[in-house]
């Protein structure tokens, strides 16, 4: 069957063979449909991410019937679903397959024909240098797919973090965070820092009493934050990090 009308999805195909003895039909095979499928990111192709950070990529497909899978890959064909150690696949997680939504109508040979939307999203938490990489998202369906299915990670690593400090009771303490960002004044760029007490409990840091926190862009793709306690006491001790999501 050449070009079949999308009317023709899900009819049942047999064939009858007749002889002097009598006539026997085949088993019947469903015919499946199917247009090509589109692949679209809503936030664009390119995601840049802090070091330690957590990028999100969602992967849009617009189909007809509706796509039923979408799936993740490196660009050497390594499927990301979360487990084992290929790539950032132990940090990675997906969501769900979001029920598909009507996106177009379209008139193909002569007939009316719905084309549906689903969204998958893959979350990797942790980003690490060598995480930047070309990835691919494909669906399972029999079509293929209409456009350039690839997408890039960029990892920006932490350029330097104060090292430890040795002081004594009441002297002032200052810890810096430097990094590299692609919009170190966007409103979603932000810098938290973290002590690990020696109990092994983790709090957040924040501005108050003699703690301050000042955060400032350096250039046009750093930022700068420093931590400052005016007066330490033993109530200061532990392991301070910083983390900068964007």
Known sequence: INDPPPSYNGNAIYCNVANSDGTVMSDTATLTVQTAVDITF???RLYVVAEGGTVEINCSATGS???????????????????????????????????PTLARTET?????????????????TDAMVEDSATYVCSTTTMAVSTGDNGFSIEVEPILSITDALLLELQDPA?????????????DSTTVTWWRADPDGSVSQVTSMGDTNINTMSVGTDQLMSNLTIEMVDVSHNGTYTCNLTT
Do not use: H, K, Q
Request: net charge negative.
């Open 42 to 44: 809503p936030e664009g």
């Open 65 to 99: 019937p509706a796509p039923t899978e979408i799936n993740f890959f490196t660009f050497n064909g390594v499927l990301l679903d979360g487990t084992g150690t290929d790539g950032p696949n132990e940090r990675v997680t997906l969501s769900d397959l979001t029920d």
């Open 108 to 124: 193909i040979s002569g007939e009316a024909v719905d084309f549906f939307l689903v969204t998958r999203t893959l979350t990797i």
């Open 174 to 186: 200052v810890m810096s965070c430097l990094a590299a960002v692609a919009s170190p004044e966007s």
